[in-house]
């Protein structure tokens, strides 16, 4: 039985935004919640000035920050439950998202649905927030598919729309990776020893002009994907490296079928046993990580702005 | 000067020992006799394996001396007679009146320079422990005299090599800084393992390992055996990752396993992170690394 509250509210006025939240978080300061407020910016300076003194007893969290990238925010997430055991949790969260690639948009929503399955024995209750009027269709789509409840302007509601979110996952899965470009370059990696890999990588990303902290990222999650593909998947292990749209793109290829099972590499690891510590790893470091397995093998296809 | 500043116009070569080259005055301060045995034994070793002369200024037992103490492979006595080692005893080499007197060290340094030549040696290895004659009155001045002229017979040579020793635990920092000024030359321990991508080297002070190059799968299993020598006995270790330009995210998991296991009887300290570094560690740290610390190089 799933004890966590994810609900979703869309709203199209500051007043609309404002009716949904403060009730909220009034209701979890009197109950001595523990209240969390992730929001923009904007959203935060309009809330101290409804909520008043009251504002000092919710702990606020930049939007912008948190919600860098799906694994970064389940790990603070995580962390928050971690640092208020045995207390009811309360959140808002308008994350903030207004437009993203196709493929930001379907890890977005695959991070919604995650939500409640991760968190699923978590005490809290999660009120998202949308702005209708901001936001692009698609990410509220998502939304509507990862809320158990939907907040109207009557109260909180069963969502009809809402999905299991091993289907939701399992829909992302199956739309196939955008073929690689001809113009892509490729190397074969054919050892553990994996020195001329990074260089191959390197030069290319320094080519797209990438700053050297991402470029550090980007050859640590590289050098985490071909070590275990050449340690568990299958030869031939190919890595193409292409520029796509202001994003480098780092593909590696294997001839194996890994088909990992739960929620690979979304949830920080249990750090006695670290098992599933490198995709988690490489999913901390790069914002945008797909994984494919098919007829032909494992894909895993990394992405990071070059700007 | 604060402590743990030097001059700014201090300037030093490093150099593992099997490195070392032709007119190297080097410096080596230990702190166990295990580091002098893997540094002036190597040192020793080397020299006696390859056919240079090797003179060491002690009023130790030749059989005791680093390099020959440990393992029972040379026989201190099989070289002493063909000449090729030659050990001799403070008395003859550098004492006046039982006290240490630089200008009789230097006259016999050249003394035994010019027997070398003579004598056809390919190179020529002299050592010798300094720390009693610094314990002497007015030691370090004297010390600090001697090794002028040492430098001045070392320096220009084509075939010859010294490394000073002292034991870091016999004198003062002010004493060991005055010291180490005087040589361009700083002599530490050969790496365990160097494949030309990464080179693992134990420290002793602060104690643990120095990383250089990149790490990654490849060289998982070195790691792990290196870092597993260096943490088995407990007490803080540190990871001086200085030079370390790529560590793969299962190094960093091994070292946190480490650190875990550690535990109560040490912490692991990873010294002088890259900020590329530093922020992979803090980013994965959260879950997995309470009890890696990072430092800056300074035994506390």
């Known amino acids: 039985m799933t004890k966590l509250i994810h609900r979703a509210r869309l709203y199209s006025s500051e007043e609309a935004f404002l009716d949904a939240a403060l009730p909220f978080l009034r209701q979890g300061l009197e109950a001595g919640e523990a209240v969390l407020a992730v929001v923009p910016a904007a959203s935060a300076e309009t809330l101290h000035r409804a909520l008043g003194a009251a504002a000092g007893k919710v702990e606020f969290r930049d939007a912008a920050h948190w919600y860098s990238q799906p694994t970064r925010t389940i790990a603070a997430y995580s962390s928050f439950i971690d640092d208020h055991p045995g207390v009811h949790l309360r959140a808002i969260a308008e994350p903030g998202w207004e437009h993203g690639t196709a493929a930001e948009v379907a890890e977005w929503t695959r991070y919604e649905s995650m939500v409640n399955q991760a968190f699923a024995d978590v005490d809290g209750a999660v009120l998202c927030l949308y702005d209708e009027r901001t936001t692009a269709a698609e990410i ?89 593909a050449i340690r568990h998947g299958l030869p031939p292990v190919t890595c193409r490296t292409w520029a796509d749209e202001g994003d480098l793109v780092v593909d590696v290829t294997d001839g194996g079928h890994w088909q990992p099972q739960g929620l690979p590499g979304f949830l920080p690891p249990d750090p006695l046993v670290r098992t599933g510590f490198g995709l988690w790893g490489v999913r901390m470091l790069c914002p945008l990580v797909q994984l494919r397995t098919g007829p032909n093998g494992t894909d895993i296809r990394l992405r990071v702005r070059t700007h | ?95 006046t009146a039982g006290v240490f007197d630089p200008g009789r060290m230097v006259a016999s340094l050249e003394d035994v320079l010019a027997r070398a030549e003579r004598e056809r040696f390919r190179g020529v290895r002299i050592t010798a422990d300094m720390t009693w004659a610094v314990r002497q009155h007015s030691g370090q001045d004297r010390v600090l ?156």
């Open chain 2, 145 to 300: 005299h001697c090794e002028a002229g040492v430098d001045a017979a070392i320096a220009p040579s084509t075939n010859a090599m010294a490394i000073c020793q002292v034991d870091r635990r016999s004198c003062t920092r002010d004493e060991l800084t005055a010291l180490k000024q005087t040589h361009e030359v700083l002599v530490g321990a050969d790496p365990d393992f160097d494949d030309g991508v990464l080179t693992i080297t134990r420290t002793y002070t602060p104690r643990g390992l120095r990383l250089k190059g990149e790490l990654d799968g490849a060289r998982h299993t070195v790691f792990a055996e290196a870092l597993h020598a260096v943490t088995v006995h407990g007490g803080d270790v540190h990871l001086n990752v200085r030079d370390l330009r790529f560590i793969d995210l299962g190094a960093l998991s091994m070292m946190a396993g480490a650190a875990m296991q550690m535990a109560a009887r040490g912490c692991l300290i990873l010294d002088d992170p890259s900020p590329d570094l530093t922020e992979v560690v803090q980013l994965v740290g959260g879950p997995m690394f309470p009890w890696l610390k990072i430092g800056n190089g300074e035994a506390p």
């Open chain 2, 1 to 95: 000067m604060p402590r743990g500043v030097e001059p700014m116009d201090s300037w030093f070569a490093e150099r593992s020992v099997g490195q070392m080259l032709p007119g190297d005055h080097a410096w080596f301060s230990y702190s166990s006799r295990e580091e002098q045995e893997q540094v002036v034994g190597a040192f020793l070793r080397d020299g006696l394996l390859t056919s240079d002369k090797v003179i060491y200024i002690t009023d130790a037992d030749p059989r005791d001396l680093p390099g020959l103490r440990a393992r029972g492979d040379l026989d201190a006595d099989t070289y002493l007679s063909s000449g090729q080692l030659a050990v001799l005893p403070r008395a003859e080499a550098c004492l």
């Open chain 1, 140 to 228: 509220l789509d998502g939304a509507l598919r990862s809320h158990p409840e939907l907040l109207g302007e009557s109260g909180p509601r069963a969502n009809d729309a809402y999905l299991d979110p091993r289907a939701v996952y399992a829909e992302m899965d199956r739309q196939p990776l955008p073929p690689v470009p001809p113009d892509a370059r490729e190397m074969p990696v054919d050892g553990i020893d994996l020195c001329a890999l990074r260089a191959f990588v390197g030069d290319h990303a320094e080519d797209h002009g990438i700053s050297s902290a991402r470029l550090h990222d980007l050859l640590v999650a590289t050098t985490e994907v071909a070590t275990n």
